[in-house]
């Protein structure tokens, strides 16, 4: 055990630290853009984002001082502020948008995070212009921190106060969640809201470290919390994954592992690889930058492998329930049959009836649309794919051949063609073997019979799986609006309940109302801000949506409907003042005409049309709250 006594821990400890440092800057800023990508929507992640970028910038900081002259140091440490000071209004917003996802608003929260975002303005100013609040850096226990001034102290209770609030609000937002999921995705959310305050408080600008405790228990301390921190990040952005989110859950998880794994994991393993080999001289006789290419690409072939590997014990953890079905639509994807793959397919069949019969042409026609269709050919044709007359496809396909057509067992002779009628399970004819001919009738042998019924029989199958494939991607297609709806309206379900059904006049009153409608309106012929937008969960969209197929067609009109009541009576005019408010809503979001284009006709200036564009859109709102009521007083009377 001696050897112990040997080792230089301080170093050692600050190594690992380095690495896990590193790790939590890869892992704050992958999580950051993996948010920002999928779940920018919501208030949630959005206030998470915040929090991330506070913890960015903490961490960054700790990289960058590592090893910098004091003076450096100095100047980094008070830039470091930028997330320190943040951090208490960030963790109000989050949890306030906490609060928020479980119908629970307040004005009174929203104004203390206006107020909390103007003292952490002037938190941060009075940390990088004065020694009020911090001053005078020094190195201690192999670390480099500031000393407190005078207006820390009154920080530290504000800093305490804001994460004190915000962990109420998220333990009464998990009381206030009415389903097991939810409740259990808010629990994990509680046992690591602490995470970003844990990494970016600085501690020892408090008391320091112990001039008798040894500064490797300093860096020790400092490795178990960076292992802390990161894993609590993960299951917080986990968590906040969801929030927002208009897939599946199951979707959501194997997007988030597999984005955790092949980005974060694989990234701080690179940085271990590379802070290694940079220690490790003349290791097998190479220099450390000939270390640090192989093992870089290495470990990442590794990690790569490991993934690959791994992939059906990770499937397993993230769909114990549904592992069945889960496995049936992965090999559907992967049986699926697309148009490149169904001619690839029929080439190869083409090639082979070609090879067999000793011919150099073979096609594969069907009719699509009531058109005769060339599918796939097989050497080159007389003409052009049209040469084919559409009465003599027709006629095969119908089971009426046309007089001209002479037939020889299963052959019909067609010019300098022998066609095949193709059929499907149902013995419908779909398609037709068209075969240069060798001879003026059929003259194959027993063996050429025999391999060119196998490749009839292929092209058969081929065809008749693009038929079902055709006819499920129409029936799909006719039920994503519906699917859609369905999983928007699961997301604003997951944490409200059933008060998100029954208590839809709150949205009415809720303040972002008119955004919400605004959104809408710029998206009006499509895009994720109409087909994900609160207003769908209307019961005006939702009486409208049998009339029009799926509530996305039915938002449509129903803002269309809304604008109409704006229209006054009488001939229309593009001067009169009473025709303004209309003239902008038509031409901007129903007609697309751009603003320089409405500017001109309307004989105004540009920023003149925005600002009557916003009192336009409130208009819309205004009148959309009318006809919601309206309606709900409707089925109320019902």
């Known amino acids: 055990m001696s050897w112990l006594l040997t080792v230089d821990w301080v170093g050692q400890l600050s ?86 996802t479980t119908n629970d608003r307040s004005k009174t929260r929203s104004r203390a995070i206006h107020v909390a975002y103007a003292l952490s303005a002037a938190t941060l100013a009075l940390a990088v212009t004065t020694d009020l609040l911090v001053y005078d850096g020094f190195r201690e226990a192999g670390t480099f921190h500031l000393k407190t001034g005078p207006y820390f102290w009154p920080f530290l209770i504000y800093f305490a106060l804001a994460v004190g609030w915000g962990s109420l609000n998220v333990y009464r937002a998990r009381r206030r969640c009415l389903t097991s999921t939810s409740r259990r995705r808010m629990t994990y959310l509680s046992l690591s809201f602490l995470a970003p305050a844990a990494g970016v408080f600085p501690y020892l600008l408090i008391a320091g470290w112990p001039n008798e405790f040894p500064g490797a228990g300093l860096w020790a301390l400092l490795v178990v919390g960076n292992l802390a921190v990161g894993l609590m990040l993960s299951i917080l952005a986990y968590t906040v994954a969801f929030f927002g989110a208009l897939t599946p859950d199951r979707v959501v998880k194997h997007r988030f592992v597999r984005y955790l794994l092949r980005g974060p994991i694989q990234a701080t393993v690179v940085v271990a690889v590379v802070v290694l080999a940079a220690r490790s001289d003349n290791f097998l006789g190479l220099p450390p930058l000939r270390l640090t290419l192989f093992g870089v690409v290495i ?102 051949p046309p007089r001209h057509l002479q037939q020889h067992d299963y052959f019909f002779v067609w010019e300098n063609y022998w066609l095949v009628p193709l059929c499907s399970g149902t013995d419908d004819v779909i398609g037709v073997l068209g075969i240069a001919a060798r001879t003026p009738f059929p003259d194959l042998s027993e063996d050429e019979e025999e391999g060119l019924h196998k490749l009839v029989s292929q092209a058969e199958v081929a065809l008749e799986d693009q038929r079902i494939q055709q006819s499920l991607f129409a029936a799909l297609e006719h039920m994503m609006p519906q699917i859609e709806d369905i999983q928007h309206r699961r997301s604003y379900l997951r944490y409200e309940g059933d008060a998100a059904l029954r208590d839809l006049t709150n949205m009415l009153d809720a303040p972002d109302f008119s955004r919400w409608v605004r959104d809408a309106l710029s998206h009006y012929w499509g895009g994720p801000k109409l087909t994900s937008s609160p207003l769908l969960n209307l019961r005006l969209v939702e009486q409208a949506s049998a009339e029009h197929g799926s509530t996305v067609n039915a938002l449509r009109a129903v803002l269309q409907g809304a604008i109409e009541r704006l229209r006054p009576t009488g001939n229309r005019s593009m001067t009169a003042a009473e025709w303004l408010l209309y003239n902008i809503l038509d031409m901007k979001f129903i007609r697309g005409y751009k603003v320089r284009d409405i500017a001109i006709r309307l004989a105004m200036s540009e920023s003149d049309l925005y600002r009557k564009q916003r009192l336009a859109i409130e208009e819309v709102a205004r009148v959309l709250a009318e006809m919601e009521r309206q309606e709900q007083q409707n089925g109320a009377d019902v």
């Open 15 to 100: 190594l690992i630290n380095a690495v896990l440092t590193s790790a939590i800057v890869i892992l704050s800023f992958a999580l950051l853009i993996y948010i920002l990508l999928y779940n920018f929507r919501s208030d949630v992640a959005r206030a998470f984002c915040a929090m991330l970028a506070c913890v960015l910038i903490v961490y960054f900081t700790d990289l960058i001082i590592a090893g910098a002259q004091p003076d450096v140091a100095t100047h980094w440490l008070r830039f470091q502020w930028l997330g320190i000071a943040f951090t208490p209004a960030a963790y109000l917003q989050f949890s306030d948008a906490l609060l928020g």
């Open 299 to 400: 470990s990442i072939l590794l990690v790569q492998l490991g993934i690959e590997l791994a992939k059906p014990l990770i499937d397993r953890l993230l769909y114990r329930r549904d592992k069945t079905e889960i496995a049936w639509i992965q090999d559907l994807s992967n049986r699926l049959l697309t148009t490149t793959d169904l001619h690839q397919f029929l080439e190869n069949v083409l090639t082979a009836v070609c090879d067999l019969l000793r011919v150099p042409t073979a096609f594969v026609a069907v009719i699509e649309g009531n058109q005769p269709h060339l599918e796939a050919v097989c050497g080159s044709l007389e003409s052009d794919p049209g040469f084919l007359p559409r009465g003599t496809l027709r006629g095969i396909v119908a089971g009426n």
